[in-house]
């Protein structure tokens, strides 16, 4: 029996047993990186992307930046989670108030099932980068919500569930450019519209998570607390390098944190992790995972070109939070 709550089972989760040893209880498929950069017909680059279960395999919302360089996000489905097809246009959203804001630039999606529709949240551009947010029932037609939060914000993430009786966000606070800095902060709202009651969850702390943190896929809920995966951001004298890991947050108020890891889970140290346009960057944005034995599949950008995937469980995941905590 797995620690996991409320997540149903999925028989058909992407899986492969681990090969050779490591320390972390992450390990990488051996087909990565799982989705090559030009899947599609204009793409630059394929990475941080998101994908959920959906009908009787899978479906996701794909950066894809494209041979202008225009960064925009796609619907994809698959039946195995390995296998894509990406749609070459990118997704149109239909506005919920005819004055919503429009935007210069979408990337970087996160998706969560919610009560009865998947959320989609992204960052937008709209005079710099802020949050932005819709929703869809069935990846065909996708509708486009108020931003949450004001500009200059990225990596917001939706728990999966009311906490109390309101709605709840993780984001990051952020600049206009390659900010360097960022804290991981708490929002809520009744509503999906107005969000407030803000708190701070964690800053940075020492070695790969010195410079900047953020949220990675919509957090996992076990017996244990919210299981929260986040990037880290170290600044190298050669720039910015990208790895991520795991904390515990509190079921019912996430802005205290149980535990956190000291250590990564990955880094970028694959060849398709430290090579392409932005080297040195593994940026995890959707999980994967089998409500019934805990399985994991995590899908992460890979040097902002290709995606990769990595396997493991919750539950060791979690032990491995405890026993390395910061
Ligand atoms: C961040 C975001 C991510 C990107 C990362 C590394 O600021 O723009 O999309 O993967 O930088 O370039």
Same mark, same amino acid.
């Given at each position: 029996?797995?620690?996991?709550?409320?997540?149903?089972?999925?028989?058909?989760?992407?899986?492969?047993?681990?090969?050779?040893?490591?320390?972390?209880?992450?390990?990488?498929?051996?087909?990565?990186?799982?989705?090559?950069?030009?899947?599609?017909?204009?793409?630059?680059?394929?990475?941080?992307?998101?994908?959920?279960?959906?009908?009787?395999?899978?479906?996701?919302?794909?950066?894809?930046?494209?041979?202008?360089?225009?960064?925009?996000?796609?619907?994809?489905?698959?039946?195995?989670?390995?296998?894509?097809?990406?749609?070459?246009?990118?997704?149109?959203?239909?506005?919920?108030?005819?004055?919503?804001?429009?935007?210069?630039?979408?990337?970087? =999606?996160?998706? *969560?099932?919610?009560?009865? $529709?998947? &959320?989609? #949240?992204?960052?937008?551009?709209? +005079?710099?980068?802020?949050?932005?947010?819709?929703?869809?029932?069935?990846?065909?037609?996708?509708?486009?919500?108020?931003?949450?939060?004001?500009?200059?914000?990225?990596?917001?993430?939706?728990?999966?569930?009311?906490?109390?009786?309101?709605?709840?966000?993780?984001?990051?606070?952020?600049?206009?450019?390659?900010?360097?800095?960022?804290?991981?902060?708490?929002?809520?709202?009744?509503?999906?519209?107005?969000?407030?009651?803000?708190?701070?969850?964690?800053?940075?702390?020492?070695?790969?998570?010195?410079?900047?943190?953020?949220?990675?896929?919509?957090?996992?809920?076990?017996?244990?607390?919210?299981?929260?995966?986040?990037?880290?951001?170290?600044?190298?004298?050669?720039?910015?390098?990208?790895?991520?890991?795991?904390?515990?947050?509190?079921?019912?108020? =996430?802005?205290? *944190?149980?535990?956190?890891? $000291?250590? &990564?889970? #990955?880094?970028?140290?694959?060849? +398709?992790?430290?090579?392409?346009?932005?080297?040195?960057?593994?940026?995890?944005?959707?999980?994967?995972?089998?409500?019934?034995?805990?399985?994991?599949?995590?899908?992460?950008?890979?040097?902002?070109?290709?995606?990769?995937?990595?396997?493991?469980?919750?539950?060791?995941?979690?032990?491995?939070?405890?026993?390395?905590?910061?």
């Amino acid at each position: 029996m797995s620690i996991v709550k409320n997540i149903p089972p999925l028989a058909n989760l992407p899986w492969e047993e681990r090969q050779g040893g490591g320390s972390s209880p992450l390990w990488r498929y051996s087909g990565n990186p799982v989705i090559p950069r030009n899947l599609t017909t204009h793409a630059n680059s394929i990475f941080n992307s998101a994908v959920v279960p959906f009908k009787d395999g899978f479906a996701g919302v794909f950066r894809c930046d494209d041979t202008s360089r225009r960064m925009n996000i796609h619907v994809g489905r698959s039946k195995d989670g390995l296998q894509w097809v990406i749609e070459d246009e990118p997704i149109r959203f239909i506005k919920t108030a005819p004055d919503l804001p429009d935007s210069e630039y979408k990337y970087d =999606p996160r998706v *969560v099932w919610l009560e009865d $529709r998947f &959320y989609i #949240i992204w960052c937008n551009g709209y +005079y710099g980068p802020c949050i932005g947010m819709g929703w869809t029932k069935d990846f065909e037609q996708f509708y486009q919500l108020e931003s949450p939060l004001m500009p200059f914000n990225r990596n917001g993430v939706l728990f999966p569930r009311k906490i109390g009786s309101n709605y709840a966000l993780l984001s990051r606070p952020s600049d206009s450019g390659h900010t360097p800095f960022g804290d991981i902060v708490y929002s809520e709202s009744p509503d999906m519209t107005y969000w407030g009651r803000h708190r701070h969850v964690m800053a940075p702390a020492g070695g790969w998570q010195s410079t900047k943190i953020g949220a990675g896929p919509a957090p996992i809920e076990t017996t244990e607390g919210w299981l929260l995966f986040y990037h880290g951001v170290l600044t190298s004298c050669n720039g910015f390098v990208y790895a991520f890991s795991a904390a515990l947050l509190d079921l019912d108020k =996430p802005w205290q *944190v149980i535990a956190r890891a $000291r250590p &990564y889970l #990955i880094s970028p140290q694959e060849l +398709y992790e430290c090579v392409g346009d932005v080297p040195n960057v593994t940026f995890p944005c959707a999980a994967l995972v089998d409500g019934q034995t805990g399985r994991l599949a995590i899908y992460y950008g890979c040097a902002d070109s290709v995606t990769g995937l990595v396997f493991g469980t919750v539950d060791a995941v979690v032990d491995f939070v405890k026993q390395n905590a910061l």
